[in-house]
């Protein structure tokens, strides 16, 4: 009589660890898409790159990742402090320090390099235009 509750306990538990393995697995499935979508860098207690607004988690910075294979277009407008554009929290171009008009956006390059996902800054509208 033991040994069989032994065996079903056994069952059991292979049975749980299999269901915890599943949702294990693709909860990191999940993160690395939202990733994707936040950009790297400006996840939790990161400073936004336009303003240096320190981010809380759940604060993203809004860009949009053009879709595609190898490199991504990405366009980064703002966080939830400096967009849409307003006086108290002014935006800066990372690459030639201009402080961005209107709603101007800043392009950036997303690539993945050994598994993760790298977003390289390449400028605003002016600075990107000097260098090419
Ligand atoms: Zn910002
Ligand atoms: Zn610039």
Redesign the pocket.
């Known amino acids: 009589m033991d040994l069989i509750i032994l065996v079903l306990m056994a069952a059991l538990i292979v049975l749980l660890l299999g269901i915890y393995f599943r949702l294990s697995s693709s909860k990191t499935s999940e993160e690395a898409r939202i990733r994707l979508e936040e950009l790297p860098g400006t996840g939790k207690h990161s400073p936004c790159p336009l303003c240096g607004s320190l981010l809380l988690p759940g604060e993203r910075v809004h860009s949009v990742v053009y879709p595609g294979k190898g490199d991504r277009l990405v366009e980064i407008y703002g966080c939830p402090y400096c967009y849409p554009p307003n006086r108290a929290h002014r935006r800066y171009?990372?690459?030639?320090?201009?402080e961005l008009e209107g709603d101007e956006l800043?392009f950036a390059r997303l690539f993945e390099s050994s598994g993760k996902v790298h977003v390289h800054v390449n400028?605003?509208?002016?600075?990107?235009r000097r260098r090419t």
């Open positions: 171009c990372p690459s030639c320090k201009r800043v400028g605003c509208r002016i600075c990107m």
